[in-house]
């Protein structure tokens, strides 16, 4: 909605705007700020009255930052409790209205009391509440509000995954604002696509008498008006409208109605300015089709989305401030997501607000409960459950609710068996739970029944009756991911039992992907590594089956001990580096709703000069190009020593009709006479150029000669990296079947190079020294010899570790740059210096990818280095011509070498030595 309302808070105050904006008062004071703050450890605030205004405080916290994150000024993880208080001395400017107290949200149990008096108690860590405190608000005299929170990390929690930082105590704006006597306590907006509205408002009175509900949109030309009969208490009121000439909401349009309600009667107008937007969340048979694939507005949408901790560093799970939460959407949407889940926990109102304003679909789930599921557990979270539905209802972003994620808090004992490794203890999701969570999906059916609802997340094969059929999986390895997919898409259908529990069977419901990565498809996770090269083909996979209609990607961002995020943990960015491949290209391309497919391997071992056949298909999920020829064109290009070269090409064209995947015509393409990474490249682009999407596979196209061949003059030598004579350095080893060698800090490879002397080079005029060579960026499991730790439950609440010493790790390519400066010498004397600009691992390495020797565990893998070429100086090429033999060197000054081999890296090559 329009950001236009004044600010009635003071600019200097933490997250200053209005906590609301989808249900937003103009007359209201903001409390966030400093707060006194004292920790209760022994339980005696209530008996020493700490709830009085006398009390008094020892410390200060920042509200509304959680007590244990670093912005509030505590930075504290202490479960426990504390007691909050704060003076007040606003007013309503109408004399007569009420004060409401209102709090985002608080972690867990809370009693607040205002100028002493107690005016009630909430229980629950996500849902907002509030209080009308008009009969105790002093008007013309300072105020005291005070909150004690309770937060025990008990089994019947609703927790989520707070262990990334907990939201202890007050954790979201905390406000007061003024309401007529009569004012309108909530309302739910449901749109069809003709643009009815049907609206069913709630009222409270403070007394019995004629009233008037109108609603005013878009600057009034959506208009409506009712005339109430009021009744004392509590009113419930339904009505219809119809907005002419109805823009829908989607990601790509993200229309919005803002307006206001407003109630009028003798006690004055209460004035709320909300918003809604006009879209349809469904499932659909398409085509003759036998399984549903998911609808928005009426048509098929592919939903390309990530999973989303909402995790800040420096706030935990409150955002710092309101740009980095609108930030957020354009991040996800720099990468051409359409979609985010929102990880075991409800976003907060603002972020879901620029979900809404900017265009992001929205999957939230319901915060777990880590006991077990026993009637207390149960209680709390259908109450927690109850509140989120009732604040975020009103969301076009939110197309579908998670009622439970991977059975977390539904096993019983889970936690006992789990955290104690008591082999005897039971941890069985027991039938009498599957019933309740069964009972949990048709609440939230006839509760919602305008989305999309999920029983259960699940990675454990569980689901009980859901409106999507979803699975989460963690693989590394093109062969065992290509597998794993097809098994799940070969056992869909009606009637299976596959993925479902307790004799329940699939319906027709849409599959989709809710979980998947290769971060713990690695033995001891994948440590902080590359994601690019799994990420492209596991694209391709989901793609390639016509049945599947989405996936969830792990994760949005970097946290605290998983660094398998697009971004890392501050927002900034990883490079993919797929633009090395096909020109323009980014991750983007990836998530078109059009999409080629290329049915193959992301790198194939080829001889030189063979002729390939690949398969494509077509992925059409969007009509915006349905009736045109769209033109399919190709390139196999590859890198020659630094040259880029065009090996075969081609185009054709392409009738694009109808939704769904299709078999398009091959493409025949012949590899290069030589030693090669080849790429094949396709772009799908419009009549007038406009590109669609982008894609390429890669092959280690082979010449079988010794030495190699590459299309240049001269005799070529090739050293393999690890024949060096010596090496001096403080760390040095192998990597990738010792196609690689590093060394690091600072220290040196020495290489026994003979000249063959022949009649094809009796003279020798030019010697030229070819390598691909890195910084080498050293980690703890590089100074120290470690073993592969193992990890239990306390992953998931938040296990803080450092990534340097999982053995998997070879940091991604990032924005910061680890530069190494190296000497290159003969016998001694230094030729040439070069730059090494960083450690890179993205990829770019996909010799290093191609020929990792075991899919589970991650051998430096992605890394790879820059091509250095260097002309040795005539003098030293005068004695060659007597000697015919030389030492090379190598040296690294600082910052560490490492050193690509053919089989790792970017470039075929070894160590290679061209003279003529």
Not at 356 to 366: A, P
Not at 424 to 436: I, K, S, V
Not at 789 to 795: A, L, M, N, P, T
Request: charged share 20%; proline share 4%; aromatic share 12%.
């Amino acid at each position: 909605m329009s950001e236009s309302i004044t600010i009635k808070a003071a600019t200097s105050i933490p997250r200053p705007e209005y906590p609301r904006p989808d249900w937003q008062r103009s007359e209201w004071e903001n409390l966030n700020g400093d707060w006194s703050f004292q920790f209760d450890s022994e339980d005696r605030g209530r008996s020493e009255n700490w709830s009085q205004p006398a009390a008094s405080f020892s410390s200060t916290i920042i509200v509304p930052f959680s007590w244990s994150s670093p912005l509030s000024g505590i930075g504290m993880d202490e479960k426990g409790i504390a007691w909050y208080s704060r003076k007040s001395s606003w007013k309503p400017a109408n004399s007569k209205d009420r004060v409401i107290l209102r709090f985002g949200a608080v972690d867990y149990d809370s009693e607040v009391w205002v100028n002493g008096t107690a005016i009630g108690t909430h229980s629950g860590g996500y849902g907002n509440f509030e209080f009308d405190v008009t009969q105790v608000w002093n008007r013309s005299a300072e105020n005291t509000i005070t909150v004690r929170t309770e937060d025990l990390d008990l089994g019947h929690q609703g927790r989520g995954k707070q262990g990334y930082g907990e939201t202890r105590g007050i954790w979201q704006p905390v406000w007061l604002e003024a309401r007529p006597q009569n004012y309108v306590s909530d309302a739910r907006f449901i749109t069809k696509l003709d643009g009815t509205i049907q609206v069913t408002a709630n009222i409270t009175a403070g007394a019995a008498g004629q009233a008037k509900l109108a609603f005013s949109f878009a600057n009034n030309s959506v208009a409506h008006q009712e005339d109430l009969e009021l009744t004392e208490g509590h009113n419930t009121i339904a009505t219809t409208f119809t907005a002419a000439d109805p823009q829908h909401w989607s990601p790509d349009s993200p229309h919005l109605y803002e307006g206001e309600i407003i109630l009028s009667s003798s006690a004055g107008e209460d004035r709320v300015q909300t918003y809604f937007g006009i879209r349809e969340i469904g499932t659909a048979l398409i085509d003759g089709r036998n399984y549903r694939w998911i609808t928005l507005n009426g048509k098929p949408v592919y939903l390309n989305g990530t999973l989303d901790q909402s995790f800040h560093p420096t706030g935990y799970f409150t955002y710092p401030a309101d740009e980095d939460m609108q930030n957020e959407i354009f991040l996800l949407k720099r990468l051409g997501l359409n979609f985010v889940r929102i990880h075991i926990k409800p976003e907060e109102p603002r972020k879901l607000y620029w979900a809404d304003k900017l265009g992001m679909l929205v999957m939230e789930d319901m915060p777990c409960f880590w006991g077990n599921p026993d009637e207390q557990a149960r209680l709390s979270y259908e109450s927690e459950a109850r509140e989120i539905f009732n604040r975020d209802y009103n969301h076009p972003s939110i197309f579908s609710w998670i009622m439970f994620n991977e059975t977390w808090g539904l096993k019983t004992n889970s936690k006992a068996a789990s955290l104690t490794g008591d082999a005897g203890a039971t941890n069985h999701y027991l039938p009498d739970t599957q019933e309740w969570v069964r009972s949990m999906y048709h609440w939230a059916k006839k509760e919602d029944p305008t989305r999309i609802i999920e029983d259960n997340s699940p990675c454990n094969y569980d689901h009980v009756e859901s409106d999507i059929n979803t699975w989460h999986f963690y693989l590394n390895g093109y062969e065992n991911l290509r597998k794993h997919v097809t098994e799940v898409v070969e056992k869909t259908f009606v009637g299976s039992t596959f993925n479902y529990i307790g004799g329940n069977q699939q319906s027709d419901a849409p599959l989709m992907n809710s979980e998947c990565g290769a971060v713990w498809g690695v033995e001891g996770s994948a440590g902080d590594s590359d994601l690019a090269w799994h990420y492209r083909y596991m694209m391709n996979e989901f793609r390639r089956h016509d049945k599947m209609c989405g996936f969830v990607f792990t994760e949005f961002k970097d946290v605290v001990n998983e660094w398998n995020g697009y971004y890392r943990i501050d927002g900034t960015d990883k490079l993919f580096g797929y633009e090395a491949f096909v020109p323009g290209m980014s991750i983007a391309d990836l998530h078109s709703a059009d999409f080629i497919v290329i049915d193959a391997a992301p790198c194939e071992t080829v001889d030189a000069g063979k002729a390939v056949s690949v398969a494509l298909l077509s992925s059409s999920f969007s009509d915006q190009y349905h009736g045109q020829s769209l033109t399919l064109s190709w390139e196999l290009s590859y890198d020659n020593l630094g040259v880029r070269v065009t090996a075969d090409s081609g185009c054709t064209q392409l009738e694009w009709n109808g939704y769904g995947v299709k078999a398009i015509a091959p493409i025949a393409a012949k590899m290069p006479n030589q030693d090669a990474v080849a790429v094949l490249g396709v772009q799908l682009s419009t009549a007038d150029g406009k590109v669609i999407t982008r894609n390429f596979i890669t092959y280690d196209v082979r010449s079988g000669d010794a030495n190699n061949k590459y299309d240049a003059e001269g005799i070529w030598i090739s050293v393999p990296v690890a024949s060096f004579s010596t090496r001096e350095w403080p760390y040095s080893w192998n990597a990738l079947q010792n196609q690689k060698v590093s060394g690091g800090d600072s220290g040196s490879f020495t290489y026994d190079i003979t000249l063959p002397d022949t009649d094809e080079a009796a003279f020798i005029g030019d010697v030229d020294i070819i390598f691909e060579a890195s910084a080498k960026r050293l980690l703890v499991k590089d100074r120290e010899h470690l073993s592969q730790k193992q990890h239990d439950i306390s992953y998931m609440h938040g296990l803080k570790t450092d990534p340097e010493i999982n053995l998997n790790t070879y940091y991604m390519t990032d924005s910061v740059r680890y530069e190494s400066n190296i000497r290159i010498l003969i016998d001694g004397q230094q030729i040439e210096a070069a730059l090494l600009p960083d450690d890179p691992a993205d990829s770019r390495g996909v010799l290093s990818w191609h020929y990792q020797p075991v899919d589970n565990k991650l051998d430096e893998a992605g890394s790879y280095g820059y091509l250095v070429k260097v002309r040795v100086p005539s003098a030293v090429v005068a004695k060659l011509n007597q000697t015919r033999q030389f030492k090379l060197q190598l040296e690294a000054l600082d910052g560490g070498l490492a050193l690509y081999g053919r089989n790792a890296g970017r470039y075929p090559i070894d160590l290679l030595i061209r003279y003529q």
